[in-house]
């Protein structure tokens, strides 16, 4: 049985889908912790709710941001993790604590990176006029938002769309793939070869929705 810490700062909501998925699919993990760096987070009710521990670090309490990086990490091992995920943690985490979870820390990204990495992607989308966007999980390296893709969703961008039309459509393709690739983690299945990630056996790592259907 592996463990799984969640880091959230607010709703959880991939958080959610994850647990979900954890236990309907009858996963060889548990979702050992979920930890917040803000006590308000409303996932961290919902964390609770399903009988999950719940822990709150405050970025705030600490003087810098190696300070904080080094209690969040130990207060993370306290739950010998398997696999760290990022879901919807609004913090960027120094080099040193990113190394100490290399290979076993996976991040979703609301883009189809490498276009659109750090934040406001969905506006940036609308702006730039592109006619498809999506959703990215990556492993996470030390260079914000570039690492490793092990999955991503894409969506076309219809001409109705609003900043926060497509936002909520990207979610809910966000909460198809990230429990997907969070079960390949788990189950030993993802191997980077020369930066390009590999599931063994072979699945697709691509989810297209045609329009506002699936395709």
């Not at 600490?62 to 091992?77: C, G």
């Not at 969506?155 to 079960?183: F, N």
Request: proline share 7%.
């Amino acid at each position: 049985m592996k463990n799984i810490v969640i880091l959230i700062s607010g709703v959880g909501s991939n958080m959610e889908a994850i647990a979900r998925a954890c236990e309907t699919e009858r996963w060889p993990a548990r979702i050992a912790a979920v930890i917040s760096n803000r006590a308000e987070a409303g996932g961290l009710a919902t964390a609770a709710a399903r009988g999950i521990p719940v822990a709150v670090l405050s970025h705030r309490d600490h003087a810098t941001r190696e300070a904080f990086d080094a209690a969040l990490a130990d207060l993370i091992d306290g739950y010998a993790p398997d696999l760290v995920v990022l879901a919807g943690f609004m913090r960027i985490l120094t080099p040193g604590f990113v190394e100490r979870y290399v290979g076993r820390m996976i991040n979703i990204h609301p883009s189809l990176l490498p276009g659109f990495p750090g934040l406001h992607t969905h506006a940036r989308a609308l702006e730039a006029g592109v006619k498809v966007h999506g959703a990215s999980v990556h492993f996470v390296t030390p260079e914000l938002d570039h690492g490793p893709i092990v999955i991503q969703g894409v969506l076309d961008v219809l001409p109705s769309d609003t900043e926060e039309s497509l936002a909520g459509r990207v979610l809910a393709l966000e909460h198809r793939i990230y429990p997907r690739a969070v079960r390949w983690a788990i189950e030993d299945r993802l191997q980077v070869v020369a930066g390009v990630v590999q599931v063994t056996p072979p699945e697709p790592q691509l989810l297209v929705m045609a329009g506002e259907g699936a395709a």
